[in-house]
């Protein structure tokens, strides 16, 4: 018997194969082990000492008015190592706590509730600065600033796009169409309106709108150009390992810290794959990669890359907060396979909320996929996936149909795991 463990939650889930599965015949498809910055706090302090871009907070010497964005409990950002640095060299600049308002960049995520900002926030930094929560339905909270050359009407959060200076904040990691995370993006879909996300998004079914690939990726260009719009004057991301650890700081130009994380993060998150797998033990990473199946998703679609057609991946994700989106919930009302999920979302067009439903069908439609979940079967089902009461029963299920020469794999921390097969290449940069 070969054990070992993948996250689940908060905490890991077992995974034992029976003979003749042995530790040799699978395969561990993870980002590579980076240790982590020996002291975070001054990781943070030594990317703001050193600006990339031609920037320095110093130049702002005269702003009246600050404005953060702080991303929200979907993402497993370090605020508690990026803020402190930050804050106090503004308030060395002579700005009072009452003019730096942190803002929680849900994009056209649920509005999260007074009582859970200190999941994302330190207990002091509650305590001593403003804190507002974006709301994309709130029309009278954004401001119109045009379109952008693809056509996306950029409508963005009002206090952000009046505040003298306006930092974003986050974590450069893979994304599934997006390319890559950070940089503008936590503003400029963080802090924006339902519409401008929408058109956006709707630009996911280009080829080049890929994980991994950034400078013709259609979305993130389109995420830089209202980057641009809306002003974004200065950026301080974090690379971080698989035990979300900060490995290393960048902080200056929005763009300039983007080429630089991204150079790293390739470096972690990237993965050669030599051939396709028949069967696939994923986990999105554990909480909050997995809080909802909104977000495991993006798990289910990076191991998709590397398996084979009519293969099966076993999703481990626990999904404490459900299907995580109303809309795509009831968007899926009626739905009764794979095949008509994906020519409803052709003839009706992009909706948000029926993307998740198009990408888990596109994936679900030619492997076989088992949710090993907290979720009631009833739900699993109504999303067209098949409900495992345990993981070791969908490995039973699963194992039963291979045959000796079966390629396994596991990914623990699909969520941040670009995959890549060695015989087709993957057009990544």
Not at 336 to 346: K, N, Q
Not at 376 to 382: F, G, I, L, Y
Not at 397 to 403: E, N, R, T, V, Y
Request: aromatic share 6%.
């Amino acid at each position: 018997m070969t054990e070992s463990t993948i996250p689940y939650d908060r905490g890991r889930l077992l995974v034992r194969l029976p003979a003749p599965w042995t530790a040799t015949s699978v395969t561990w498809l993870a980002p590579t082990a980076a240790p982590a910055a020996p002291d975070p706090l001054a990781e943070v302090s030594r990317a703001l000492d050193a600006p990339l871009g031609d920037l320095d907070l110093t130049g702002f010497a005269d702003v009246r008015s600050v404005a953060i964005t702080i991303n929200d409990k979907t993402r497993p950002v370090p605020h508690q190592h990026l803020l402190p640095p930050l804050l106090q060299r503004l308030e060395g600049m002579g700005l009072p706590p009452a003019a730096i308002t942190l803002i929680i960049a849900t994009g056209t995520h649920p509005v999260m509730p007074l009582e859970e900002y200190s999941r994302v926030l330190p207990a002091d930094i509650l305590a001593r600065y403003p804190v507002i929560c974006h709301d994309c339905d709130d029309q009278s909270r954004l401001v119109y600033l045009g379109q952008t050359s693809r056509g996306t009407p950029v409508w963005v959060n009002k206090h952000f796009y009046k505040a003298d200076l306006r930092i974003v904040l986050g974590n450069i990691e893979p994304h599934q169409f997006q390319g890559f995370s950070g940089g503008v993006k936590s503003a400029a879909i963080g802090l924006a309106g339902k519409e401008t996300v929408n058109a956006n998004h709707s630009l996911m079914s280009a080829p080049e709108a890929a994980l991994g690939r950034y400078d013709d990726n259609p979305t993130r260009q389109d995420v830089e150009e209202m980057g641009r719009m809306i002003g974004v004057h200065f950026a301080l991301n974090v690379v971080i390992n698989d035990h979300k650890q900060v490995v290393t700081a960048f902080a200056g130009e929005p763009a300039a810290v983007m080429q630089a994380g991204i150079a790293v993060a390739r470096r972690i998150y990237q993965v050669a794959v030599a051939q396709p797998f028949d069967l696939m033990i994923v986990s999105p990473g554990g909480y909050p990669k997995d809080i909802n199946l909104y977000q495991s998703q993006k798990g289910l679609a990076h191991a998709a890359l590397v398996i084979q057609d009519g293969g099966m991946i076993i999703l481990a994700a626990a999904c404490p907060e459900g299907v995580g989106s109303k809309g795509y919930e009831a968007w899926m009302d009626g739905m009764t396979s794979h095949h008509e999920v994906l020519e409803r979302f052709r003839r009706e067009g992009f909706r948000l909320g029926a993307h998740k439903a198009f990408m888990i069908s596109r994936d679900a439609s030619r492997v076989r996929v088992l949710l090993v979940s907290t979720m009631s079967p009833a739900t699993v089902s109504k999303m067209l996936l098949t409900p495992a009461p345990s993981l070791d029963a969908a490995l039973a299920q699963g194992l039963a149909a291979l045959p000796s020469d079966a390629r396994i794999g596991i990914m623990p921390l699909a969520n941040t795991t670009i995959p890549v097969l060695k015989k087709k290449g993957s057009g990544l940069q």
